[in-house]
Structure formats: C-alpha cells, structure tokens
Nanobody, 123 residues
Framework: QVQLEESGGGLVQPGGSLRLSCAAS????????MGWFRQAPGKEREFVAA????????YYTDSVKGRFTISRDNAKNTVSLQMNSLKSEDTGVYFC????????????????WGQGTQVTVSS
C-alpha cells in the first residue's frame, strides 16, 4: 500500500505560480500512474492531470493545458505539479492520487489518495 502526502499549496496572486509536490511512502510509485485532482468549494472533485509510470504520457484537463505541467521522479518517489499563470478558478484543494491503470483520467480509477493541499488564487 502506498501513502501519499501533498505539499506546496498556499496563497498566490492571479498570474503567479506554485509548485505542488506529492511524496509517496510505503512502496515505490514505479508501478503506478499518478494524477492530480482538485476540488473547489461547493463543487465536485475534478481531474487535473495524469502521468504514466515512465513519464512518456501525460494528460491534462483543457482548462490547465499550457499552464500546468505534471512530472515525476521515480527514484525520489515524488510527483510534482508546476502551476503557472494561475487564475482565481484554479482555487481549491489539490489531491495527489495513485492508480494501477495505465493513464487513468477518472477518480474511480485511482485507489490511493493524499489528504490534499489548499491552493488559493486571489489578489
């Protein structure tokens, strides 16, 4: 079983940047695809980005394409989400998740979740 812990959230002005990190423990993430999800107040959790085990494939929701970049370091057992040109609509709790599927795009395909880190984009 893998445990996940997110960090790097905070308050940032519109147009700013943040880098979220997800540290895994318990077992290597090498066998897992990894993803990021977010949940805004009063809204359902939504998919943000995913990366396969070898970093050869990534996928992003349309609203973050060109602004966010997902990456992973299997040797360090970490996954990151670089977020640039942040907008107020990016505000929410961001969750890291692990999946045994190849490139999962829905929450149901992820079996392990972190507790989340708050991102607030506001002036």
């Amino acid at each position: 079983q893998v445990q996940l812990e997110e960090s790097g959230g905070g308050l940032v002005q519109p147009g700013g940047s943040l880098r979220l990190s997800c540290a895994a423990s318990g077992r290597t993430i090498l066998r897992y695809a990894m993803g990021w999800f977010r949940q805004a107040p009063g809204k359902e959790r939504e998919f943000v980005a995913a990366i396969n085990w070898s970093s050869t494939s990534t996928y992003y929701t349309d609203s973050v394409k060109g602004r966010f970049t997902i990456s992973r370091d299997n040797a360090k057992n970490t996954v990151s989400l670089q977020m640039n040109s942040l907008k107020s609509e990016d505000t929410g709790v961001y969750f890291c998740a692990a999946s045994e599927f190849v490139l999962p795009l829905t929450g149901r395909q992820y079996g392990w979740w972190g507790q989340g880190t708050q991102v607030t984009v506001s002036s």
